[in-house]
């Protein structure tokens, strides 16, 4: 049988392969055969096969005991019939008994069962990236609470604008994890359902028992049954990716963060060592991935490591989550694209979703996966927050001292003595302190009142903070709901 990571190649499925929601080619064949074995279930029920034949061709419908012969004949089918199941349907048909064969296919149309074969991919890819972008969540939400009153500076622009703490940041991150949680909870939960409809969305050659087939092909595979065949009717496809899609962007932000903050001069946060410690491969536990020896010697690479500098810890983990999710837009537009079908079957789009839409599910369920990596082992150094929060000798407070001095001053004239200051303070070396307080001298009478006492609480970056706690403490309470259900 081809490999279950089929989608990306063995060289890069570590990084873009390590998730739970593959949907590689064993993935696929077996999620065809479920959906097949569902049908020959509904049918027998509805009337129209024999007793037991639902149970026979259940039987005979495991990817794990086809023959090479019997897969590579499927796969030959496609290059005949442009999808595989036509040749599928005819091996299934010859694995069952006799008095079985005809519950085998009946009623539908090649897309009918690729169509479903994909809402159940998308659902066990759902359940995957949902339990990990849960754990990365609840990751974000501990490393929010600890680090609650944990100053740093804010960036804007990549420029130092006025401090946060980190447990605002990590905050965050976390209302976007559970934001993109709560999207795929939704889609997993209202937009995945059959596509049944035969040949040209009839179901005529069910009789009237095309209504009642549906309804009991959506029992047996747990889906929802929907009012009509939606084969030319893409929602559903986009409305998974677009999920997917939040998904990945959500922790492509964090990744994103994070390779700022760990650069060698900010140095703010650095990745944890993965799985087995310092000395650890990086590798997921659940592909069972070890590292070879490295070269020269038998002690397996590091997480991080590089192969041309050996002092070098690169943030893989977000590095990996960037790679997955810089595809997943192409991808989505692709899939969007596609759904421009025409008539009651299209002539190539229904064919180009097929990789993408595995392609997008199987990169969500990776970054999640390094998520939860990143985050759970995530190192925060807090002195050297202080000392970059520091090291502009007060400058990000500069727009809370233009508010101490706006009274006296107003706020242009304000704007302009603080700026004029700071500029001097850049030029000079000096700390904005010194050069504010020679600036109120010069002033006079006009900032009366105005004592260094004052001007240093303004120039205390723990006093201007806002509302970091209110909203550290919202997106825990919102994040605790969310996790009771």
């Not at 990306?8 to 080619?25: C, K, M, P, Q």
């Not at 904005?432 to 006009?446: C, F, H, I, N, Q």
Request: proline share 5%; with cysteine.
């Amino acid at each position: 049988m081809p490999d279950q990571n089929a989608g990306t190649s063995r060289l890069f499925g570590g990084v873009f392969n390590r998730g739970g929601a593959g949907a590689g080619d064993a993935a696929w064949l077996q999620a065809l055969l479920d959906v097949e074995a569902g049908l020959a279930r509904a049918v027998e029920r509805a009337g129209r096969a024999p007793s037991g034949a639902g149970e026979a061709v259940t039987k005979a419908a495991a990817a794990r005991d086809f023959s090479p012969a019997e897969a590579a004949e499927v796969a030959r089918s496609a290059e005949l019939t442009g999808n595989p199941v036509p040749g599928l349907a005819r091996v299934l048909a010859r694995r069952v008994p006799a008095f079985a064969a005809p519950a085998v296919h009946q009623g539908a149309t090649s897309q009918d069962i690729m169509d479903t074969a994909a809402m159940l991919l998308a659902r066990e890819a759902a359940d995957a990236v949902l339990a990990d972008v849960s754990a990365a969540a609840d990751a974000a939400a501990r490393l929010a609470a600890a680090h609650r009153g944990t100053l740093m500076i804010g960036r804007t622009l990549l420029q130092q604008a006025v401090p946060v703490t980190f447990g605002l940041v990590a905050a965050g991150w976390l209302a976007g994890l559970d934001e993109a949680r709560a999207g795929l909870e939704a889609v997993r939960a209202t937009r995945l359902a059959v596509q049944f409809g035969g040949a040209a969305g009839t179901l005529a050659s069910l009789g009237a028992d095309g209504p009642r087939v549906v309804t009991l092909l959506a029992e047996e595979l747990g889906l929802a049954a929907p009012a009509l065949p939606w084969h030319t009717q893409r929602l559903r496809v986009i409305d998974v990716a677009a999920a997917m899609a939040r998904v990945t962007a959500a922790l492509g932000k964090i990744a994103r963060d994070v390779t700022l903050l760990a650069q060698t001069e900010v140095g703010e946060v650095l990745e944890g060592p993965g799985p087995g410690g310092p000395g650890g491969t990086g590798s997921s536990p659940s592909r069972g991935v070890t590292g070879g020896p490295a070269p020269g010697g038998d002690r397996a690479p590091r997480r991080g490591g590089s192969s041309a500098m050996p002092n070098k810890s690169n943030p893989v983990a977000a590095i990996a989550i960037l790679g997955c999710a810089r595809q997943v837009p192409g991808l989505l537009a692709t899939l969007v694209a596609c759904a421009e079908q025409e008539h009651q079957r299209a002539a190539g789009a229904w064919h180009a979703e097929w990789q993408p839409f595995s392609d997008v599910l199987r990169l969500a369920g990776s970054a999640a996966a390094w998520g939860v990596d990143l985050l759970a082992g995530l190192r925060v150094d807090s002195s050297r927050m202080a000392a970059n929060l520091g090291a502009s000798g007060g400058l990000p407070l500069a727009e809370q001292v233009t508010g101490l001095l706006a009274d006296a001053l107003g706020r242009p004239r304000a704007h302009d003595l603080v700026a004029g200051a700071a500029a001097r303070a850049v030029s000079s070396g000096l700390p904005l302190r010194d050069v504010l307080l020679t600036a109120l001298e010069s002033a006079g009478a006009d900032v009366a009142g105005i004592t260094a006492d004052q001007v240093e609480a303004a120039l205390n970056p723990a006093g201007y903070l806002g509302a970091s706690g209110a909203f550290i403490d919202a997106a825990l309470r919102a994040h605790a709901r969310d996790a009771l259900g």
